[in-house]
């Protein structure tokens, strides 16, 4: 049998702001369609952030989150992953807010704290349409996104409480470290999904020996007791999809790490990015994984047992 790679789409999170991309999901019933359209292309998995409707503002406040993701439940049986990493301007308070009250089947979670830089950005984006989109880039030349073991121990104190399970976002081989920390702790149970982020400033590269070391790394500290995916940012998103799916990984496509569907050429919505990276995997001769592959494959508890 071919093996079954998971797809994981990030339909809007807390990166690109609003004046990027006419494509961006913003209200409720924009990150509803987005992740139903993602569910309907491919991914067995979908990552959901909230907005201000009125400006696009990342908000995490479970009333900016209910609406969408009771639709969203409602419309496809994809697995629903609440963010826990928020924004990097929020408290940890305000980012766990939407989990503790949601109780999802999967959240994510940020390995370390770590610089952050959006900055970049500016020398591409030079008209906004909303006075805080400038400042938010600009300010992330000085900012700390700060995961303390302090605020992830309480994270995973907090969500497994619930059953939750997560996707371990790391950023860097320092974070599969951390990991391999909480795991001697026994806060992380296998599987672990871990989630290497590539292409972020503050965190590793996206050259190709870099995936390898990530995948290297986590092989040699977990061993049979994890699931690998991977997620480029910008314009690394197909590429080190491509390298991951072939050395055994799942994928993480959407908007929230970019917003491009080719050279120059923005995506018009997060399932366009989702049938690019499924061409790629089929045509490695691999099956997609259904969302109930991948409720089987990460341990989940199901979406009869979450808050929404």
């Given at each position: 049998?071919a093996?079954?790679v998971?797809?994981?789409?990030a339909?809007?999170?807390?990166?690109?702001?609003?004046s990027?991309s006419?494509?961006?999901?913003?209200t409720a019933?924009?990150i509803?369609?987005?992740a139903?359209?993602?569910?309907e292309?491919g991914?067995?998995?979908?990552?959901?952030?909230a907005r201000?409707?009125?400006?696009?503002?990342p908000?995490?406040s479970?009333?900016?989150?209910?609406?969408f993701?009771?639709?969203?439940?409602q419309r496809?049986?994809?697995?629903?992953n609440?963010?826990?990493?928020g924004?990097p301007?929020m408290?940890i308070?305000?980012?766990l807010?939407?989990c503790?009250?949601?109780?999802?089947?999967?959240a994510?979670l940020?390995?370390?704290?770590?610089n952050?830089?959006l900055?970049?950005m500016l020398?591409?984006?030079?008209?906004?349409k909303?006075a805080?989109?400038?400042?938010y880039?600009?300010e992330s030349?000085?900012r700390?996104?700060k995961n303390?073991?302090k605020d992830?121990?309480?994270i995973l104190?907090?969500c497994?409480?619930?059953?939750?399970?997560?996707?371990i976002?790391?950023y860097d081989?320092g974070h599969?470290y951390?990991?391999?920390?909480?795991?001697d702790?026994?806060?992380?149970k296998?599987?672990f999904?871990v989630q290497?982020?590539f292409g972020?400033?503050g965190g590793?590269?996206?050259?190709p020996?870099d995936?390898?070391?990530?995948?290297r790394t986590?092989?040699?500290?977990?061993g049979?007791a994890?699931?690998?995916?991977v997620l480029?940012?910008?314009r690394?998103?197909?590429p080190?999809?491509?390298?991951?799916a072939?050395?055994?990984g799942?994928?993480r496509?959407?908007?929230?790490d970019?917003l491009?569907a080719?050279p120059?050429?923005?995506?018009r919505t997060?399932?366009?990015?989702?049938?690019k990276?499924?061409?790629?995997?089929e045509?490695?001769?691999l099956e997609?994984?259904?969302p109930?592959?991948?409720?089987k494959?990460?341990?989940l508890?199901g979406?009869?047992r979450?808050n929404?």
């Amino acid at each position: 049998m071919a093996r079954k790679v998971m797809i994981t789409c990030a339909v809007t999170g807390a990166i690109h702001t609003p004046s990027m991309s006419p494509h961006l999901p913003i209200t409720a019933a924009e990150i509803a369609e987005a992740a139903i359209g993602a569910a309907e292309a491919g991914a067995a998995l979908v990552h959901v952030h909230a907005r201000n409707p009125a400006d696009g503002r990342p908000d995490q406040s479970p009333e900016a989150f209910e609406p969408f993701l009771k639709v969203i439940k409602q419309r496809c049986d994809a697995v629903i992953n609440i963010t826990t990493g928020g924004a990097p301007t929020m408290t940890i308070d305000e980012r766990l807010r939407p989990c503790t009250y949601f109780k999802p089947e999967v959240a994510s979670l940020n390995m370390g704290s770590m610089n952050f830089g959006l900055y970049p950005m500016l020398a591409r984006h030079k008209d906004f349409k909303h006075a805080w989109e400038k400042p938010y880039l600009a300010e992330s030349e000085d900012r700390i996104f700060k995961n303390t073991f302090k605020d992830i121990a309480g994270i995973l104190t907090a969500c497994a409480e619930n059953g939750t399970r997560f996707e371990i976002e790391c950023y860097d081989i320092g974070h599969l470290y951390t990991l391999a920390h909480f795991v001697d702790r026994g806060l992380v149970k296998p599987p672990f999904f871990v989630q290497s982020v590539f292409g972020i400033l503050g965190g590793i590269g996206a050259h190709p020996e870099d995936v390898a070391h990530m995948k290297r790394t986590a092989d040699r500290l977990f061993g049979d007791a994890y699931h690998w995916s991977v997620l480029g940012a910008g314009r690394n998103q197909l590429p080190i999809a491509a390298q991951a799916a072939a050395m055994g990984g799942n994928v993480r496509v959407g908007l929230e790490d970019s917003l491009w569907a080719g050279p120059g050429k923005l995506a018009r919505t997060n399932a366009e990015q989702v049938a690019k990276v499924r061409q790629i995997i089929e045509g490695l001769g691999l099956e997609i994984a259904t969302p109930a592959d991948a409720r089987k494959t990460l341990a989940l508890k199901g979406a009869d047992r979450v808050n929404f």
